[in-house]
């Protein structure tokens, strides 16, 4: 899944240090309502679901929390083009008789006009017109998941989100790994990121030290996306380490 942008980032800063607003149960109650509005909102039309989420929602929750999870939600709630006609064959169709007609006829309005193809066709009027644009972005309708996550991995699912996001804005990243060093460092190196491994003999646990993305020059976004998948595989581990990073500028 693709990281957040920076406008939807959650954390508080201390000096130098980075404080994530991670959710936790205690926002379990906001999510499940607000699930809720996009369950409202399934079959209608992408702007209804986009207006529904604009204006005032009936609960109270984080700002910013509610913005990461509507972006963790938009990776399940998809969008389809539901048309009796396809769309450009209903636009080639009224728009190419409403031309002929009214170089020779003069013109016409639009109601006629739209009742004579339906006809034609076996369709409605209302059928057709709504064919007529029915894939712009806000005409989609809206499709409920068929597998919605559950509310606890809707939370896991944001906070690696807002990991993720605030990795791709680091100069330099260290990771204590337990239980899963191998497969970390294997895949560090297999996603071609710069990295060190300290397994001196002071150290309880090895920890794996990596450039971050804002310590390059170049391909900064794919080599953010390839960092931020070794935070699911270092929290597989008896004990998951939150991995600690150096900011180069604010995100």
């Not at 929750?61 to 064959?89: D, G, N, Q, T, Y």
């Not at 998941?145 to 939370?155: F, I, R, T």
Request: proline share 8%.
């Amino acid at each position: 899944m693709g990281s957040p942008p920076a406008a939807l980032l959650n954390y508080s800063r201390a000096g130098l240090a980075i404080a994530p607003g991670f959710l936790d149960a205690r926002d379990h109650g906001w999510i499940r309502l607000l699930v809720a509005e996009y369950e409202r909102c399934a079959g209608a039309p992408q702007r209804v679901l986009r207006e529904r989420l604009r204006g005032p929602l009936p609960f109270s929750c984080p700002p910013r929390k509610r913005r990461l999870v509507e972006h963790v939600l938009s990776r399940f709630w998809k969008s389809a083009v539901v048309a009796a006609l396809p769309p450009i064959e209903a636009r080639a169709l009224v728009f190419g008789r409403a031309a002929r007609q009214q170089a020779s006829l003069g013109p016409t309005s639009a109601t006629s006009l739209l009742a004579e193809l339906a006809r034609e066709r076996g369709l409605s009027a209302a059928a057709l017109a709504t064919a007529l644009f029915a894939d712009l972005p806000d005409q989609r309708v809206t499709q409920a998941p068929g597998d919605l996550p559950s509310v606890n991995e809707l939370e896991l699912r944001a906070n690696l989100a807002l990991v993720q996001s605030l990795l791709l804005r680091s100069t330099h990243v260290s990771i204590d790994l337990e239980g899963n060093a191998r497969a970390v460092v294997r895949h560090a190196k297999w996603r071609g990121l710069i990295c060190t491994l300290d397994v001196g003999s002071s150290r309880e646990r090895p920890r794996l030290g990596l450039s971050g993305p804002l310590s390059l020059f170049h391909r900064t976004v794919l080599y953010g996306r390839h960092l931020g998948e070794l935070v699911p595989r270092a929290a597989f581990g008896p004990r998951p380490r939150a991995p600690r990073s150096t900011m180069g500028r604010h995100p």
